[in-house]
């Protein structure tokens, strides 16, 4: 994430088709949106302002620039668990079956709400287990969430920083019956190579039949500026270890970016290299397992 002294990039207004083209029926299975802070406005003391630019009609644009046909936004921890944002996009659609939501479920999140999310095509809560977004996970409180997302058939997302796994691994381990996506290659990072105990837990975890990867944001974690060369061995050890249980999203508009800013068709091209080119493989990444994952054509 980025300091407050490093500059922060916006995302390429002029994405570009990927070479070749993603397969028909795709899916970004995590992108955010933000829009007028005097409409919506964020929680207090948010970590990062709203993102003004970067709007669902905005979003919309670029999955068409890149061969898109589907996404799941994904609520940014600067709204907390308000999800009128949220709610507005999703609620706004003529076809409901091209986009689905992620929300942010606690205490404060009423049943009735729930049941508004769940009609306007919310499937999941993501779960902010990173420092940086300074909401406090407490152990009971993601108890009784997740006990709730069991009710609903919902799934969990995990935003984590690599050890954060590991320093809520009796926590995580002990929640059964929910399926578990680690966001992001669960921020493991690409140096010290594959035998660190952050990545045998991940690959542990992933024997599982309830957790799931995506294998998204390889450009960020990198430490080059392009290519993302040290990307590529995580990416096809984690889509082996559960090729049916692997999804990837772009993370448009890539809040809090402070290296060169990429178009987004090179981040799906990095997706191709995780797959050596194997098209009922990105398949599976980029159609099937997310149509399972988010209820599409329920």
């Known amino acids: 994430?980025?300091?407050?002294?490093a500059a922060v990039y916006e995302w390429d207004r002029n994405p570009r088709t990927p070479v070749p083209a993603p397969p028909p029926g795709s899916c970004d299975c995590q992108f955010h949106i933000y829009d007028d802070p005097a409409k919506f406005p964020p929680r207090p003391?948010?970590?990062y302002p709203p993102i003004e630019s970067a709007t669902?009609?905005?979003a919309q644009k670029t999955h068409n620039a890149i061969g898109f046909d589907r996404g799941v936004i994904v609520h940014s921890a600067i709204y907390g668990s308000d999800h009128r944002l949220l709610l507005h996009a999703l609620e706004s659609l003529n076809d409901r079956d091209r986009y689905r939501g992620i929300g942010i479920v606690d205490d404060r999140v009423s049943d009735?709400?729930?049941?508004?999310?769940?009609a306007a095509g919310v499937r999941g809560a993501r779960f902010n287990f990173v420092r940086f977004l300074t909401l406090d996970q407490r152990a009971a409180e993601v108890r009784r969430s997740m006990a709730r997302l069991r009710e609903l058939g919902w799934h969990a997302r995990l935003h984590v920083n690599g050890d954060d796994l590991l320093d809520n691994s009796d926590l995580l381990r002990s929640l059964k019956d929910v399926p578990m996506v680690i966001d992001h290659f669960g921020h493991v990072g690409f140096e010290g190579g594959m035998n660190r105990p952050v990545i045998r837990w991940v690959l542990d975890m992933l024997k599982q039949e309830n957790w799931w990867m995506m294998v998204s944001n390889g450009n960020r974690d990198s430490k080059m500026e392009a290519g993302w060369d040290d990307a590529i061995p995580y990416g096809k050890a984690f889509i082996e270890a559960a090729p049916d249980r692997v999804v990837w999203g772009t993370d448009w508009p890539h809040p809090q970016w402070t290296k060169r800013m990429m178009n987004d068709a090179e981040e799906v091209e990095l997706l191709y290299r995780y797959v050596d080119g194997d098209t009922a493989l990105l398949r599976k990444i980029l159609v099937d397992n997310p149509a399972r994952l988010h209820g599409f054509n329920e």
């Open 1 to 5: 994430m980025a300091t407050t002294a």
């Open 45 to 47: 003391n948010p970590p």
């Open 56 to 58: 669902f009609a905005q």
């Open 112 to 118: 009735q709400e729930l049941e508004r999310m769940r």
